[in-house]
């Protein structure tokens, strides 16, 4: 990997990234795998999870850093691949643009499922 050619901040971004996603599906692992599979309340712990600011914080940090993370990993391929600098140019604004609208998708897609998950949203069925 040529850093000259991507900058030494998308060197180091993926560096912090890379230690990030590792933690993070250290912690999502040991919670959601082994931590609440012994529950008994399995749903209750699960929304109670979800509804968390804390853990919609961790969800959409974990999100982003991977979107990064992964967008980042592709254009050092292709930027290693010797592509000209109007061709960088041409790659780097369709990785912003996916990346934006796979964090903007995420965090819709996040926060409708704590809307979902909210004992507030739940609409009991009305009495006849």
Not at 6 to 23: D, E, H, K, N, P
Request: aromatic share 14%; glycine share 6%; net charge positive.
């Amino acid at each position: 990997m040529d850093i000259t050619k991507t900058g030494v901040w998308s060197w180091l971004m993926q560096r912090i990234t890379a230690v990030y996603i590792f933690i993070g599906v250290v912690v999502h692992f040991m919670v959601v795998h082994y931590y609440i599979s012994v529950k008994t309340e399995l749903i209750d712990t699960m929304v109670t999870r979800i509804t968390s600011i804390g853990w919609q914080i961790f969800d959409f940090t974990l999100l982003a850093a991977v979107t990064y993370h992964a967008l980042n990993g592709i254009y050092t391929v292709i930027c290693d691949l010797g592509i000209s600098r109007k061709a960088r140019r041409g790659w780097t604004f369709i990785f912003w643009i996916l990346g934006i609208a796979i964090t903007v998708l995420g965090f819709l897609i996040l926060t409708r499922l704590v809307a979902v998950s909210s004992p507030v949203s739940i609409n009991p069925v009305p009495s006849p």
